[in-house]
């Protein structure tokens, strides 16, 4: 029989292996897991507070624009309401009659009356009135102007639901007042007032009648006659 001999080494050289550990039991790998669970977690934490900022400043910045269209609306409404009582309140000045008092006579003058009427609530100040006439054979132009002199320039006050009445002489010539009564020319007899009313505001009427001979009267002309 062969004899087997085993080498003497020194006791110092003998190692001992140990069982290798399963890997769920290596403490490293969780500490490694753990951290890079926490690192996640500060990332969504980071990116949540970054969304919830922005989120905060749109609220923010919806929150200011609710209330800027708040208090235009309260201002609009506040204007409206103002515009309603001035309304409600100024005066209105219209044109409440205009007549021939005169007709035309040897001196070819014609007298005509005009009645103003506040129909407001308060009275219409620095009234200013202007009238004139205006001859033609043909179509009225688009602007009128005041082109005869006009003693009717001196400012007054109308008191509310008052009239007064002024006089003009439209001093014809022999050529116009002959047109006229052959019916080859029109007269327009025109004229605009100007008031203010207690708020500060300043209106303006305006109106325009033709001289209709058949009848010896004026008719309102549908042009011109307006108010503010």
């Given at each position: 029989m062969p004899t087997f001999a085993w080498p003497l080494l020194p006791f110092s050289q003998f190692v001992l292996f140990a069982p290798e550990k399963p890997w769920y039991q290596n403490w490293e790998l969780w500490v490694s897991v753990c951290t890079l669970l926490l690192a996640c977690a500060t990332i969504w934490l980071a990116l949540e507070t970054r969304r919830m900022r922005k989120?905060?400043?749109?609220?923010?910045?919806?929150?200011?624009?609710?209330?800027?269209?708040?208090?235009?609306?309260?201002?609009?409404?506040?204007?409206?309401?103002?515009?309603?009582?001035?309304?409600?309140?100024?005066?209105?000045?219209?044109?409440?009659?205009?007549?021939?008092?005169?007709?035309?006579?040897?001196?070819?003058?014609?007298?005509?009356?005009?009645?103003?009427?506040?129909?407001?609530?308060?009275?219409?100040?620095e009234v200013a009135v202007r009238t004139d006439y205006y001859m033609t054979a043909g179509a009225i132009p688009e602007q009128l102007e005041f082109l005869h002199p006009d003693p009717q320039t001196t400012s007054y006050c109308l008191a509310p639901h008052a009239e007064r009445?002024?006089?003009?002489?439209?001093?014809?010539?022999?050529?116009?007042?002959?047109?006229?009564?052959?019916?080859?020319?029109?007269?327009?007899?025109?004229?605009?007032?100007?008031?203010?009313?207690?708020?500060?505001?300043?209106?303006?009427?305006?109106?325009?009648?033709?001289?209709?001979?058949?009848?010896?009267?004026?008719?309102?002309?549908?042009?011109?006659?307006?108010?503010?």
């Open positions: 989120g905060s400043e749109g609220a923010m910045k919806g929150m200011e624009r609710h209330a800027a269209d708040s208090a235009s609306a309260a201002r609009l409404s506040a204007e409206a309401t103002k515009t309603l009582v001035e309304i409600g309140q100024r005066p209105w000045v219209s044109l409440n009659a205009i007549s021939v008092e005169s007709h035309l006579t040897g001196n070819l003058c014609m007298v005509i009356g005009i009645t103003l009427l506040n129909t407001g609530q308060t009275p219409a100040q009445g002024i006089q003009r002489v439209f001093p014809l010539t022999r050529a116009e007042a002959e047109l006229l009564a052959q019916h080859q020319s029109a007269l327009y007899a025109y004229g605009s007032a100007e008031y203010s009313d207690v708020f500060g505001h300043r209106h303006t009427t305006q109106w325009c009648s033709r001289y209709e001979r058949p009848l010896q009267k004026f008719i309102a002309w549908p042009r011109y006659n307006k108010m503010d």
